[in-house]
């Protein structure tokens, strides 16, 4: 049975989760369709420049993401104590570039106005309105998935469902579990099969940030995501953050067990079990069922949300020193 969203998100504190959207029927909508004999890899593109504008937008920010074939991965932090500074004529104006009320010959959005902007911000109801959906992780990602199955629907001249039904959404409780997941994330494409390699994984995070290392200028139309420093509250650079990615995706693609001697004092500044690591990348589902993080984390959220314990206790003595 599903259980309500509002049983582990507060929107008005921030905190980190990992979410995750899948095609209807576990189809694979965005890649090789052997039933029409066609490819549909063009659409993860759709959904990752979709991504690079709402980072923009929301008071959401992103560690790293991965478009799948079938499915995709986000995760991010809520952050209602940024949008709450804004002003009323930026709630405004960042409302009025996500649903504009022109667009120019390319479809892109126009500018909005200074009359449309002040429709809105001269509005006390209207402004904090629109500042709870832009810092709503419903709102995101209906904003995400619901243009996306447009696009998609009116490409194959049908109707119905892209997505399987919401999105999920699973809350990390610390600094670990955000950098646990993260790679969990950005291995998705190695641990699939797909790429042999980080830098050759297509449409992750952590690609876009090798890319950005090799480039002399700031990457155009990449997803905003927040520095490796910030979501690991500074035990990890972003080199130690890659070299992680890296040996332990080609410990899966190898099938080993064990770690390598390179991983050791990283995961040790994790607090995470080096025993443990390559289980829980491999089996992270059957790990953790509602809530990621260390033993003690997930008592102390279980109270913070009126219960008294979350499924997953177990796995999480495995991982987390």
């Avoid at 979709?50 to 980072?55: H, Q, W």
């Avoid at 420093?229 to 130690?240: I, R």
């Avoid at 992680?244 to 500044?269: A, F, H, M, N, Y």
């Amino acid at each position: 049975m599903t259980s309500p969203r509002s049983e582990v998100y507060n929107p008005d504190i921030p905190q980190w989760f990992h979410c995750f959207s899948r095609c209807v029927r576990r189809a694979f909508l965005c890649g090789w369709d052997n039933y029409s004999q066609r490819s549909y890899e063009h659409r993860r593109e759709w959904i990752r420049a979709r991504l690079a504008v709402l980072s923009k937008l929301f008071s959401i920010q992103i560690a790293t993401f991965s478009v799948m074939e079938n499915h995709l991965h986000i995760v991010c932090h809520t952050r209602p104590d940024l949008a709450e500074k804004w002003s009323a004529k930026e709630v405004a104006s960042r409302w009025r570039l996500l649903f504009p009320l022109n667009r120019k010959s390319d479809g892109s959005p126009s500018h909005p106005t200074e009359q449309e902007i002040q429709a809105i911000a001269t509005n006390p109801k209207l402004v904090e309105e629109y500042r709870k959906r832009l810092l709503s992780l419903s709102w995101f990602h209906r904003c995400l998935n619901e243009s996306i199955a447009r696009r998609a629907n009116k490409e194959d001249s049908c109707t119905g469902r892209f997505w399987e039904g919401r999105f999920r959404s699973e809350p990390l409780t610390d600094a670990e579990a955000v950098v646990a997941c993260s790679v969990y994330v950005d291995l998705n494409p190695i641990r699939a099969g797909t790429a042999p390699t980080p830098e050759k994984s297509e449409y992750t995070g952590v690609q876009q940030r090798i890319k950005q290392r090799s480039s002399q200028k700031k990457l155009e139309r990449a997803v905003e995501m927040v520095s490796v420093e910030e979501f690991s509250k500074g035990t990890l650079t972003e080199e130690d953050y890659l070299v992680l990615v890296d040996k332990t995706g080609r410990l899966l693609k190898k099938g080993k067990k064990s770690i390598s001697p390179e991983l050791g004092p990283i995961l040790t500044r994790l607090s995470l079990q080096p025993d443990g690591w390559l289980g829980f990348m491999r089996e992270k589902k059957s790990l953790f069922k509602r809530v990621l993080g260390p033993p003690d984390s997930l008592k102390e959220l279980a109270l913070q949300f009126g219960k008294q314990w979350f499924q997953g206790l177990a796995g999480a003595r495995a991982v987390f020193i």
